[in-house]
């Protein structure tokens, strides 16, 4: 089914550890971002991408890195997990974003001890 | 001050009850994005707009661009209608990018038998 999938549903990290979250479209989509959900914030920007080569920051990047190497995949490093990383992760793409529909994936729900 | 915001925070409604949450917005905007996430669950967008009224089953949504307003309106709501609700803007954007949403905290809406 065409969609956005994200691997994995739950992960629990030390502190310090680093580990990549997985983003993967196949609706040739161009614009694809990474979001975090905490509780009484709403969604939050981490990271974007408008197209194969192209990322930049959000509102929330610190201690997250981004790459897009193909239109299909955008994958979320964390560097070295912090409790403050404690969140839902959600990933979504669009054909172009703004205008246009926004699919989103079923969320990474990760802990960090 | 928030540049999406919601209300109300949380709505309880008995089961058949006329539903409305309403989203106001400070930006300048391209779009507006209503997107449903249901307890534990992913994200689904249900509406976007950029101007006056859209409808899908017993799902109505509004938007007012002169005000920068817009209103969800359930009809006949139902317990499977329980979930939260998330308005969100583009065109405001990070970065200079217009594919960016900025989002409001969700409105939980509870409907009971």
């Known amino acids: 089914n065409a969609g956005v999938t994200q691997t994995p549903k739950f992960q629990v990290l030390k502190t310090g550890q680093s580990m990549t979250l997985q983003c993967a479209q196949d609706m040739n989509h161009e614009y694809m971002s990474w979001y975090r959900q905490d509780p009484g914030m709403g969604l939050r920007l981490i990271h974007y991408?408008?197209?194969?080569?192209?990322?930049d920051q959000g509102e929330v990047p610190n201690g997250y890195n981004v790459s897009r190497s193909t239109t299909e995949d955008f994958p979320l490093r964390l560097l070295s997990a912090a409790p403050s990383q404690t969140s839902v992760y959600f990933c979504a793409s669009s054909y172009q974003g703004g205008n246009y529909g926004y699919t989103f994936g079923s969320g990474t729900r990760l802990t960090v001890v | 001050k928030n540049e999406v915001e919601q209300s109300p925070q949380n709505l309880t409604a008995q089961e058949g009850e006329f539903i409305t949450i309403n989203c106001s917005y400070s930006?300048?905007?391209?779009?507006l994005h209503w997107l449903q996430q249901h307890p534990g669950g992913g994200i689904v967008s249900l509406f976007m707009?950029?101007?006056g009224k859209k409808k899908h089953g017993r799902l109505i949504a509004t938007i007012n661009i002169q005000e920068k307003h817009s209103s969800l309106h359930i009809t006949a709501s139902h317990p499977r209608d329980s979930a939260v609700y998330i308005c969100a803007v583009s065109g405001g954007g990070y970065g200079g990018s217009q594919g960016n949403l900025i989002f409001g905290k969700g409105t939980k809406l509870s409907v009971k038998p």
């Open positions: 707009l950029s101007s």
């Open positions: 930006v300048g905007i391209s779009a």
């Open positions: 991408s408008v197209g194969a080569g192209i990322t």
